[in-house]
């Protein structure tokens, strides 16, 4: 059996093993067809495999991937009573993997799948914020670090690959999965995607045994859905996709990212698993993919409105380059499809190759099981802790700080602390969480409890989609007795039991028996804050007590209706388990913010789409009813201190197309002054405009950034670089690359306010 020969190349080894394989026993390894809840059952003697799964075995004498072994949350249905202990995740992880090899003629062994959008959705998987507040921290080697943790939290339970939110870009911030999105903006993306992955899997070109695969999803466009409904089609074109939704991908593919997720809407009439230019053309045949195409749940089947049957969807998803499957039934009939002439048996041996290549990659046929040990060691570590404070602080914008209010003095005499996401752990962890145990986490109330030295009084006041004033008479007394009243407010993307969930897990809101007014499937009409909260703000600034706005938040709402009324505003986002800690050290001067906006935030659902990289009309855009511009535009916010940014300066202000495509950058450089008296950390942003190109260009495009930490008084010189990929356009003709004439190149601290200089490509 030389495909056990560790000594071979992997090509021949996958080789090798194929020509063994039937096609009962190829299909099995395109399949990921059973929850991995359903894997497995609690009962007095301890945990054992289920006859279900036992039978998933037999169907395909194997088993490509078992998904979500691990999952915890209301749709699993797991929790910490009917769950695998964390203890004993990794050895049930080997329970499984020795069956599967031990009941099978081949001795294959299996991928076990994880979600990990932004932490390990696991009992005790450590939750980071979500991915919008992550685009908020313009600091992509922070993130590859935290990202190095998750991987070595879930590697060390026993599962191989993490499937992860990085491709989609906000285009319509009513979308319920804006939450997943790192920014609006494609670069800006594509900076965190590749952290994501190096984060994930190292840079080795395969993963330790501390690091697992990353399956990035979804490819592509998902974030520009119709109407803002998820799933919805996407009516761009090429030029369109290419620029915007694409970097991501291209820059995952770069990065070495083994697998992603292809994406349930439709691009221009053509569902993305039946888009073969897509999933083929662009994705292998142009970028050299060589990892795995997932399906997402069930959206394999849903081609069958293509079709008309589910083996010939089975068959165009495998034929435009699906590999395996996610919990559909169309790959379960590839036998079937074969059978009747509606695919060829190459087609299925060229996802099995892809399938095989990446458990070889992974080290499974050397070592397929995990040491049991390993989890406690690395599940909650206190540095994971430690680092993912640091990622909650820097997620942090603060967007309005009137007379100096903040930071407040921790000797305040008494603070009202008010609203409904003040003491809601589930409030700030986002969608995609698993249930929690009740002391893990700090609220936003305890972290300012924790830090004042005065009185802290709470009052919930309302709450988050609910029309109830009950609360407001005890909330405006708390804020009437205070010296301040910092307000808590927002959405909430978190779950309940009584919630109902579609076949593929997204939840059905149809009442309002939860707060949840964000994640997948929760999509709104209007930005505007749910409930009463405008109202309650309203009320509490008659009293004439400053008020902190503290939004916590997975979509940027419309807050142009409370802005009024708040001497200061916090961004929050959702920042996750220990983000009561990193909000409350913000508010009180001991953690001094940084964040900036990764998407534009509106002053209306009306103004949509108000992301800033709009193409350039020749003029302003205007309305007669209401400014143009957003309440809070794209890389701002502010600080404790103040940055001057001088001399800005090109040192080659011209480059010929040769030298551009020779390797040759133009070099920018800026000196940035911390002005102030405390330290801080400024993010320098260059952007560009091709002024003479053959297709009409977007007002701005970011092409680099730098986030850098300055002491009072300090002064350093930033050097950003910009070549070939950066100054290529996509032209009349489609073709990718620089073209002769002037660019603007546009340096600043938020995408409205930057300096401007100019450089040449020359034509010869």
Not at 18 to 45: H, P
Not at 271 to 295: D, K, Q, Y
Not at 342 to 365: H, N, W
Not at 472 to 501: H, M, Q
Request: with cysteine; proline share 4%.
């Amino acid at each position: 059996m030389s495909y056990r020969d560790p000594s071979l190349p992997i090509e021949m080894r996958v080789e090798a093993l194929l020509s063994q394989m039937t096609l009962k026993e190829k299909v099995g390894q395109l399949n990921q067809k059973m929850y991995g809840w359903d894997a497995y059952k609690k009962t007095n003697e301890g945990i054992e495999l289920t006859e279900a799964f036992k039978e998933q075995v037999r169907f395909g004498e194997g088993m490509g991937a078992l998904y979500g072994l691990f999952r915890s949350d209301p749709w699993s249905g797991v929790t910490y009573e009917n769950g695998i202990p964390t203890e004993q995740n990794a050895s049930i992880a080997n329970t499984i993997q020795r069956y599967v090899m031990d009941h099978t003629r081949l001795g294959i062994p299996i991928l076990l799948s994880e979600e990990c959008p932004h932490g390990h959705q696991a009992l005790d998987g450590t939750m980071i914020p979500t991915n919008i507040g992550i685009g908020s921290t313009w600091n992509p080697e922070l993130m590859e670090e935290a990202y190095s943790y998750i991987a070595a939290e879930i590697r060390s339970r026993g599962a191989h690959l993490g499937l992860i939110s990085t491709l989609d870009i906000l285009r319509d911030p009513r979308w319920g999965r804006s939450e997943e999105c790192y920014s609006e903006d494609p670069f800006l993306a594509a900076e965190m995607t590749k952290a994501a992955v190096y984060g994930l899997q190292g840079k080795e070109g395969k993963p330790g045994k501390n690091q697992i695969g990353a399956v990035l999803k979804h490819f592509a466009a998902q974030g520009a859905g119709e109407r803002g409904l998820n799933a919805g089609p996407v009516p761009i074109g090429g030029r369109e996709l290419r620029e915007i939704h694409l970097p991501g991908m291209k820059a995952g593919v770069e990065a070495g990212a083994l697998g992603c997720m292809a994406a349930y809407n439709e691009i221009d009439g053509i569902p993305c698993h039946a888009n073969e230019s897509l999933l083929t053309g662009i994705l292998r045949e142009e970028w050299g993919f060589e990892g795995i195409v997932m399906a997402d749940g069930v959206a394999n089947d849903r081609l069958q409105q293509l079709t008309g049957s589910v083996e010939k969807a089975g068959a165009l998803a495998l034929s435009a380059g699906v590999d395996l499957s996610l919990w559909d039934v169309a790959f379960t009939r590839l036998s079937e499809a074969v059978t009747n002439g509606d695919v060829k048996e190459e087609l299925i041996d060229r996802a099995v190759r892809r399938v095989l290549r990446l458990k070889f990659l992974l080290g499974l046929f050397e070592e397929p099981f995990v040491d049991e040990s390993r989890s406690k060691e690395v599940v909650g570590h206190s540095t994971f802790k430690q680092l993912n404070e640091q990622v909650a602080r820097e997620t942090i914008v603060l967007l309005k700080n009137e007379h100096a209010t903040l930071p407040l003095a921790k000797k305040t005499k008494k603070i009202a602390v008010i609203g409904p996401n003040a003491d809601q752990i589930e409030h700030q962890l986002g969608d995609y969480t698993s249930f929690r145990r009740t002391d893990k986490g700090t609220t936003i109330l305890k972290g300012i409890q924790k830090r004042s030295a005065g009185e802290v009084i709470y009052s919930k006041g309302c709450s988050v989609r609910g029309y109830s004033k009950e609360g407001f008479r005890e909330a405006i007394t708390a804020a009437a007795d205070a010296d301040v009243a910092i307000v808590v407010i927002g959405g909430s993307s978190a779950r309940n039991v009584e919630l109902s969930f579609d076949t593929n897990g997204a939840a059905i809101i149809d009442d309002r028996r939860t707060e949840m007014d964000c994640g997948e499937g929760v999509d709104v009409a209007d930005l505007q804050l749910g409930g009463v909260q405008q109202e309650l703000i309203v009320e509490l600034a008659k009293t004439g007590t400053p008020l902190i706005a503290v939004v916590i938040q997975g979509r940027p709402h419309a807050l142009t209706e409370i802005e009024p009324y708040c001497t200061a505003i916090l961004c929050g986002w959702y920042p996750g388990e220990e983000g009561g800690t990193a909000i409350s050290e913000v508010l009180f001067g001991d953690v001094n913010p940084s964040g900036k906006l990764a998407v534009s935030m509106p002053r209306s659902s009306a103004q949509l789409p108000i992301y800033y990289n709009y193409k350039d009309q020749g003029r302003a855009p205007t309305y007669l009813d209401m400014e143009a511009t957003p309440l809070f535009p794209f890389g701002y916010g502010l600080s404790y201190t103040t940055f001057a940014l001088q001399q800005i300066r090109v040192l080659n202000p011209s480059i010929s197309l040769a030298g551009l495509r020779a390797g040759e950058l133009i070099s920018i450089q800026v000196d940035v002054v911390n002005t102030g008296l405390v330290e801080g950390a400024e993010v320098i942003q260059l952007y560009i405009k091709d002024v003479e190109a053959t297709t009409t260009r977007r007002i701005k495009e970011l092409k680099a950034f730098k986030k850098i930490l300055l002491a009072p008084q300090e002064k350093k010189t930033v050097t950003v670089t910009l070549g070939e990929e950066a100054l290529s356009i996509w032209n009349k003709d489609m073709t990718f690359g620089p073209e002769p004439g002037k660019v603007n190149i546009m340096v600043g601290s938020e995408s409205q306010k930057t300096e401007e200089v100019t450089i040449t490509i020359l034509e010869q």
